[in-house]
């Protein structure tokens, strides 16, 4: 494929991607979010083990988010994942978070096309900033993270049970594969 025609491509499904995930950012969610984050904790890769996809990612091989704090307040997200095969080349997202306020920055806005935001819930958390649940008021989407490409069973069985606590239909979760020098 040539370059521009991977750029289409790329814009194209930027948009259903964010026209897939738009959530009106006036108001306030509907899925419970955890009680306070402290984002500089928060901040770093996250490794996508699990996650009930969206069209771009339901075939994503090595997908990791990662977060930094803007000077503004603003959160620079890189999404980056192998499409069907740990071959394939890297893709990469640049959304950009935005906490709400009042949420004790627990929940935010991603925007990956201009003027649409995404619910960005996060509805767990353990105490050593390891793992995370990230949910949304649809229950369209989910995605289960951890620092580190692969986690325990217990750990895994543990996330499932919070997001069927939630109302997910956990039979859509998707095990994402990874494979990471190292890991």
């Known amino acids: 494929m040539n370059r521009w025609k991977w750029v289409a491509a790329a814009t194209l499904g930027s948009l259903v991607l964010a026209a897939g ?6 108001r306030p969610p509907t899925i419970a979010p955890v009680a306070d984050v402290d984002l500089d904790r928060f901040m770093g890769d ?23 704090l803007r000077a503004d307040g603003a959160i620079q997200t890189t999404f980056e994942y192998r ?4 071959e394939a080349p890297v893709r990469t997202m640049r959304p950009v978070g935005r906490v709400r306020p009042g949420t004790r920055n627990a929940v935010w806005d991603m925007q990956f096309v201009w003027p649409i935001d ?6 767990d958390l353990d105490p050593a900033y390891s793992i995370t649940v990230i949910g949304r008021s649809r229950r369209d989407h989910a995605w289960i993270m951890a620092r580190t490409p692969q986690i325990s069973e217990q750990d895994y069985a543990a996330a499932v049970r919070r997001l069927q ?7 859509d ?4 594969p990874q494979r990471w020098p190292g890991s």
Do not use: H, M, Q
């Open 21 to 26: 995930l738009a959530a009106c950012s006036s």
């Open 118 to 123: 995404a619910e960005y819930v996060i509805v």
């Open 165 to 171: 606590a939630l109302g997910y239909a956990t039979r």
């Open 83 to 86: 499409d069907g095969s740990f």
């Open 46 to 68: 996250w490794y996508v083990i699990a996650n009930i996809p969206t069209l771009i990612e339901r075939d994503a091989f090595n997908a990791r988010e990662s977060y930094a």
């Open 173 to 176: 979760l998707r095990k994402v």
